[in-house]
């Protein structure tokens, strides 16, 4: 009888235990995502004489099952995750591979399955699997990792990092590696490896691009931020800064209050391509200015700080560890979208978390948030 008493008590206070703070956050991010997709579209869908809200009720419906699925994940031991690891790792594995002859392609990028009612982006589910899976190998390393330990965990990451890259998919390339290098940072790889290993992949790139294993216009999309005044008449090259030129017109027009839902010149008239998906910050600045986007960014700000803070709070190397990634993997999401869309950062089409049109972002997002709340079950952040 002690015994079942004293498991409940432990039960209830993994409970209380939770990050409600990080849970409505989280909630509050997809909400907002979707007024904004439904603000961004609604406009060109009616013109077009198509369903004004057919990409809302998309979005609610991944946001709804989204929500479910984080607090599903929640309820679960983030530790048993580790049992799980390597299936994941490998389902991730096959699904680049499938997508390479299965896929659909769209804007020169082979990235997606086409099951019909929706698209299923691979690669975006393979960064939370491949930071489940380092987690759990570092865990399973107490006395700490040894030289061969980096090595096959390096191993571990550049066999989807390749498949991705050839899709190709830069952004997603690019979260991969500071994730996983952030990860063996926490797991406590000493920096001077890790400074070797950055300008081992420095030199890496530039091999890639001097014998044209990165094609050129993958080089121009990634560099295409340096070169806004350049006289070049490259197509793709001049696509790219009218592109870059129309996000920022759209984000500067907004001025302090914005021009109000529905509303914004740029959105109304569709002058910002892909305005839904990559390019959501654009609406979100045009239409609510620069009061409502810093407050936006405050939001994404503090449900980073407290991944930070449950990542730092919890109990033993796994949740240290995958904690870490994901609060990487969100952060730098983050900045990269936001900084994409006002030209001070490469064009990657790296999606703005829970904010941008998308299921798989928005299923990975959740799930991801669902594990770090698990973490804050179990160590009373």
Same mark, same amino acid.
């Given at each position: 009888m002690?015994?079942?008493?004293?498991?409940?008590?432990?039960?209830?206070?993994?409970?209380?235990?939770?990050?409600?703070?990080?849970?409505?956050g989280?909630?509050a991010l997809?909400?907002?995502?979707?007024?904004m997709?439904?603000?961004?579209?609604?406009?060109?869908?009616?013109?077009?004489?198509?369903?004004?809200?057919?990409?809302?009720e998309?979005?609610?419906?991944y946001?709804?099952?989204?929500?479910?699925?984080?607090?599903g994940?929640?309820?679960?031991?983030?530790?048993?995750?580790?049992?799980?690891?390597?299936?994941?790792?490998?389902?991730?594995?096959?699904?680049?591979?499938?997508?390479?002859?299965?896929?659909?392609?769209?804007l020169?990028?082979?990235?997606?399955?086409?099951l019909?009612?929706?698209?299923?982006?691979?690669?975006?589910?393979?960064v939370?699997?491949?930071i489940?899976?380092?987690a759990?190998?570092?865990?399973?390393?107490?006395?700490?990792?040894?030289?061969?330990d980096?090595?096959r965990?390096?191993?571990? /990451?550049?066999?989807?990092?390749?498949?991705?890259?050839?899709?190709?998919?830069?952004?997603?390339?690019?979260?991969?590696?500071?994730?996983?290098?952030?990860?063996?940072?926490?797991?406590?790889?000493?920096?001077?490896?890790m400074?070797?290993?950055?300008?081992?992949?420095?030199?890496?790139?530039?091999?890639?691009a001097?014998?044209?294993?990165?094609?050129?216009?993958?080089?121009?999309?990634?560099?295409?931020?340096?070169?806004q005044?350049?006289?070049s008449t490259?197509?793709?090259?001049?696509a790219?800064?009218?592109?870059?030129?129309? /996000?920022?017109s759209a984000?500067g027009?907004?001025g302090?209050?914005?021009?109000?839902?529905?509303?914004?010149?740029?959105t109304?008239?569709?002058?910002?391509?892909?305005?839904?998906?990559?390019?959501?910050?654009?609406?979100?600045?045009?239409?609510?200015?620069?009061?409502?986007?810093?407050?936006?960014?405050?939001?994404?700000a503090f449900?980073?700080?407290?991944?930070?803070?449950?990542?730092?709070?919890?109990?033993?190397t796994?949740?240290?560890?995958?904690?870490?990634?994901?609060?990487?993997?969100?952060?730098?999401s983050?900045?990269?979208?936001?900084?994409?869309?006002?030209?001070?950062?490469?064009?990657? @089409?790296?999606?703005?978390?829970?904010?941008?049109?998308?299921?798989s972002?928005?299923?990975?997002f959740?799930a991801a @948030?669902?594990?770090?709340?698990?973490?804050?079950?179990?160590?009373?952040?």
């Open positions: 002690t015994d079942t008493l004293s498991a409940l008590t432990s039960r209830i206070r993994s409970k209380d235990s939770l990050d409600v703070s990080l849970l409505w989280l909630i997809g909400v907002t995502g979707l007024i997709i439904y603000s961004a579209t609604r406009q060109a869908l009616i013109s077009g004489g198509y369903n004004p809200h057919y990409y809302l998309r979005q609610a419906l946001v709804v099952v989204g929500i479910g699925v984080m607090y994940m929640s309820l679960i031991d983030y530790r048993r995750l580790e049992m799980v690891a390597t299936p994941l790792y490998i389902s991730g594995l096959l699904g680049l591979f499938g997508v390479m002859f299965l896929g659909s392609t769209a020169g990028a082979q990235r997606w399955f086409n019909g009612l929706f698209q299923v982006q691979p690669s975006e589910f393979t939370l699997f491949l489940i899976a380092v759990t190998y570092c865990e399973r390393r107490p006395e700490g990792l040894k030289l061969r980096v090595w965990l390096l191993a571990m /990451a550049a066999a989807p990092l390749v498949m991705i890259v050839l899709q190709p998919d830069l952004g997603t390339s690019i979260i991969i590696l500071i994730s996983i290098g952030a990860m063996l940072v926490v797991a406590g790889v000493p920096p001077r490896f400074t070797a290993l950055a300008v081992i992949g420095s030199f890496g790139m530039l091999f890639a001097y014998f044209s294993i990165l094609q050129k216009y993958q080089i121009e999309r990634f560099t295409s931020f340096l070169n005044n350049t006289s490259d197509a793709q090259l001049q790219l800064i009218y592109q870059v030129d129309n /996000a920022k984000i027009s907004g302090l209050h914005g021009a109000g839902f529905f509303n914004g010149l740029q109304v008239l569709g002058y910002v391509p892909e305005q839904r998906t990559d390019f959501i910050f654009t609406a979100i600045g045009e239409q609510l200015g620069f009061i409502g986007s810093l407050l936006i960014i405050s939001l994404l449900v980073a700080y407290r991944m930070f803070r449950i990542g730092r709070s919890a109990k033993d796994m949740g240290r560890t995958i904690v870490l990634g994901i609060f990487v993997f969100f952060s730098f983050c900045f990269e979208n936001i900084g994409m869309t006002m030209g001070i950062m490469p064009m990657t @089409g790296i999606p703005l978390p829970l904010l941008s049109y998308g299921g972002a928005a299923m990975v959740f @948030g669902g594990v770090v709340l698990s973490v804050s079950r179990r160590s009373g952040s």
